[in-house]
C-alpha cells in the first residue's frame, strides 16, 4: 500500500514540475529561441531528480496522516538527520 501511494505521489510530483519546466522553456525560448530546446531538455530531466525526494516526503506525509506505519527501513528514516533524536533513539 505504501509503495503505490509513493508512485503515485511521484508520478503526480514529477507531472507537475514536467508542466512548470515546460512552461519556463516556454518563456525563454519566446526571449532567447536559441537557448529554449537547451533549457527544456536541462529542466526535463532534472525534473525527475527533484520530484522523487519531494514524492517521498508528502507520502510520507499522508500515511502518517491516515495513521500506518512507516517502513522506515525502505524511506531510509532511521538515518536522516534532519528531525531531532527521540528518546528512544538517544
Known amino acids: 500500500m505504501q509503495t503505490v501511494i509513493l508512485l ?11 508542466g512548470t519546466g515546460f512552461l ?3 518563456v525563454v ?5 536559441a537557448l529554449g530546446l537547451m533549457t527544456f531538455l536541462i529542466l526535463f530531466i532534472s525534473a525527475f531528480y ?3 525526494p519531494i514524492a517521498v ?12 506505519v512507516l517502513e522506515t527501513e525502505q ?3 532511521a538515518t536522516r538527520r534532519d528531525r531531532a533524536p527521540t528518546k528512544a533513539q538517544a
Do not use: K
Not at 9 to 18: E, K
Not at 29 to 33: F, L, R, S, T
Not at 57 to 68: D, H, K, P, S, V
Open 24 to 26: 519556463i522553456s516556454r
Open 57 to 68: 516526503r508528502l507520502a510520507e506525509t499522508l500515511l502518517r496522516r491516515a495513521g500506518y
Open 75 to 77: 524511506s531510509g528514516h
Open 50 to 52: 527533484v520530484a522523487w
Open 8 to 18: 503515485i505521489v511521484f508520478v503526480l510530483t514529477a507531472a507537475t514540475l514536467q
Open 29 to 33: 525560448d519566446y526571449q532567447y529561441p
